[in-house]
């Protein structure tokens, strides 16, 4: 999964123009929070009690954000170890 979302990031900077991509991720999903924090994403949100599912179970709601420029200082980080 690593991978495949690195490829994408990539391709939305340099190849589509975007210079932030946002992501939403349930407080209890773990491997999520640590794929973005890998990545270089930082926490912009939390939300309590935000999202409430078709079974009734309510979860946080953690909004994330990754910009351009930081991408950049993240790839060439990883590259340096």
Same mark, same amino acid.
């Given at each position: 999964?690593?991978?495949?979302?690195?490829?994408?990031? /990539?391709?939305?900077?340099?190849?589509?123009?975007?210079?932030?991509?946002?992501? !939403?991720? $349930?407080?209890?999903?773990?491997?999520? @929070?640590?794929?973005?924090?890998?990545?270089?994403?930082? /926490?912009?949100a939390?939300?309590?009690?935000?999202?409430?599912?078709?079974e009734? !179970?309510? $979860?946080?709601?953690?909004?994330?954000? @990754?910009?351009?420029?930081?991408?950049?200082?993240?790839?060439?980080?990883?590259?340096?170890?």
């Open positions: 999964m690593t991978e495949a979302l690195k490829q994408m990031i /990539q391709d939305l900077f340099e190849n589509k123009g975007y210079e932030i991509i946002t992501a !939403r991720v $349930f407080s209890e999903n773990l491997a999520s @929070l640590n794929l973005l924090t890998r990545l270089g994403f930082q /926490q912009e939390y939300l309590k009690r935000a999202v409430k599912n078709t009734g !179970r309510i $979860f946080d709601d953690i909004f994330f954000v @990754l910009f351009k420029e930081d991408w950049g200082k993240t790839i060439h980080r990883k590259e340096k170890k």
